[in-house]
């Protein structure tokens, strides 16, 4: 794993034994393809950020400010040193629940990224369905974009769950079982 484009490009990642699934690097970049134009100055935030490999891609590619929020602190602490050794400045790691971290959250984002433990089974803990019905909502700036990791099978990952009131599926991409969703948040009506 590493940075692949920017400022940092070809840094090597730390990734912990076993805790984390960080996010392809194929995937990644496919990802921020598609964002180019909107990175530069954007503001980021960065949920279940594992190893911080999406949020300091965003930074290495003139993001201006990430944060990067885990409820782990073994990943809390890679995601830190993978940011100090990439030289980096306007990234911050906060560790905290995501859906807890959402809730108090004031500040506002161009982008949200959200990668949590994959849907699996039927019963499992939906947290991309969480996020999109709770308050992430108003985190998010005028046409900013949230974009949902997940895999082919139960929740978000069953193309018949995509849908959610006040907010707009405006693209997926596939990559294997993995897939990328890209949230908008309609108009709020006045």
Same mark, same amino acid.
């Given at each position: 794993m590493k940075i692949i484009?920017?400022?940092?490009?070809?840094?090597?990642?730390?990734?912990?034994?076993?805790?984390?699934r960080p996010t392809q690097?194929?995937?990644?970049?496919?990802?921020?393809?598609?964002?180019?134009?909107?990175v530069p100055g954007a *503001?980021? &935030?960065?949920?279940?950020?594992? /190893? @911080?490999? !999406?949020?300091?891609?965003?930074?290495?590619?003139?993001?201006? =400010?990430?944060?990067?929020?885990?409820?782990?602190?073994?990943?809390?602490?890679?995601?830190? *040193?993978? &940011?100090?050794?990439?030289?980096? /400045? @306007?990234? !911050?790691?906060?560790?905290?629940?995501?859906?807890?971290?959402? =809730?108090?959250?004031?500040?506002?984002?161009?982008?949200?990224?959200?990668?949590?433990?994959?849907?699996?089974?039927?019963?499992?803990?939906?947290?991309?369905?969480?996020?999109?019905?709770?308050?992430?909502?108003?985190?998010? =700036?005028?046409?900013?974009?949230?974009?949902?990791?997940?895999?082919?099978?139960?929740?978000?990952?069953?193309?018949?769950?995509?849908?959610?009131?006040?907010?707009?599926?405006?693209?997926?991409?596939?990559?294997?079982?993995?897939?990328?969703?890209?949230?908008?948040?309609?108009?709020?009506?006045?």
């Open positions: 484009a920017g400022q940092a490009k070809g840094l090597p990642l730390l990734v912990p034994r076993g805790e984390v690097d194929r995937v990644r970049e496919a990802l921020f393809g598609i964002l180019q134009s909107m *503001r980021v &935030l960065d949920l279940f950020c594992g /190893t @911080g490999s !999406v949020g300091l891609e965003a930074l290495s590619r003139g993001a201006s =400010r990430v944060c990067m929020v885990d409820a782990s602190r073994s990943a809390c602490q890679t995601a830190r *040193r993978n &940011l100090e050794r990439s030289k980096l /400045t @306007g990234g !911050v790691i906060v560790q905290s629940d995501c859906l807890a971290f959402t =809730r108090r959250e004031r500040a506002t984002y161009d982008i949200i990224f959200a990668d949590p433990p994959y849907c699996k089974a039927p019963g499992d803990q939906d947290m991309i369905s969480e996020l999109l019905q709770g308050r992430v909502r108003e985190l998010l =700036r005028e046409n900013g974009l949230f974009i949902a990791e997940a895999q082919l099978g139960y929740g978000v990952g069953d193309e018949r769950t995509r849908e959610f009131p006040d907010w707009q599926l405006i693209d997926t991409r596939s990559y294997g079982k993995n897939t990328l969703l890209f949230y908008q948040s309609e108009p709020i009506a006045l």
